[in-house]
């Protein structure tokens, strides 16, 4: 089976492209979802996720979502968080403290480097929760399409 076939359980959806509109892909769901072409090519927003992943969450949830002693593996996570469930945890945080656990979520509701790419990193994250990338950076990507120059030049002010 090719990498562009795999199509596990991500929470209760199939990661499978539905659509796609500007380089963006969704599934039936309407969520983002990545596309990996057979020869290993992730489109630019798998991409883009693996690199703001890389910039700011692999800090935490180590490298390539694997988690580490003290954050999650969102690898794991995303095989069953929902989508709308990913994107309140890292806007709102999440605190679960008590006697057996001290592990606090931060807020990155004001962090333009994560939340105008929240939808790359969940899809990189989604990637990889279903095995459909191995860790490591993608070995090529597709170009970067207009609509998400404009998108980022909207979102973060930079030109």
Same mark, same amino acid.
């Given at each position: 089976?090719?990498?562009?076939?795999?199509?596990?359980?991500?929470?209760?959806?199939?990661?499978?492209?539905?659509?796609?509109?500007?380089?963006?892909?969704?599934?039936?769901?309407?969520?983002?979802?990545?596309?990996?072409?057979?020869?290993?090519?992730?489109?630019?927003?798998?991409?883009?996720?693996?690199?703001?992943?890389?910039?700011?969450?692999?800090?935490?949830?180590? %490298?390539?979502? +694997?988690?580490?002693?003290? @954050?999650?593996?969102? !690898? #794991?996570?995303?095989? =069953?968080?929902?989508?709308?469930?990913?994107?309140?945890?890292?806007?709102?945080?999440?605190?679960?403290?008590?006697?057996?656990?001290?592990?606090?979520?931060?807020?990155?509701?004001?962090?333009?480097?994560?939340?105008?790419?929240?939808?790359?990193?969940?899809?990189?994250?989604?990637?990889?929760?279903?095995?459909?990338?191995?860790?490591?950076?993608? %070995?090529?990507? +597709?170009?970067?399409?207009? @609509?998400?120059?404009? !998108? #980022?030049?909207?979102? =973060?002010?930079?030109?």
């Amino acid at each position: 089976m090719s990498a562009s076939s795999v199509a596990l359980a991500d929470g209760a959806d199939d990661p499978a492209v539905a659509s796609s509109e500007n380089g963006k892909y969704a599934d039936k769901d309407g969520n983002p979802t990545y596309k990996i072409s057979p020869d290993g090519t992730v489109d630019w927003y798998t991409f883009s996720g693996f690199r703001r992943y890389h910039s700011d969450c692999h800090v935490c949830h180590g %490298p390539n979502g +694997e988690g580490s002693t003290y @954050a999650p593996a969102l !690898a #794991e996570s995303l095989k =069953t968080l929902t989508y709308p469930d990913f994107v309140s945890v890292v806007t709102n945080g999440r605190n679960h403290v008590d006697a057996a656990n001290d592990k606090v979520m931060p807020s990155f509701a004001t962090n333009v480097n994560v939340m105008c790419y929240i939808d790359d990193i969940y899809v990189y994250l989604r990637a990889r929760a279903n095995n459909a990338i191995p860790g490591g950076r993608p %070995p090529a990507h +597709e170009d970067k399409p207009e @609509a998400a120059k404009q !998108a #980022e030049t909207s979102c =973060t002010g930079i030109k």
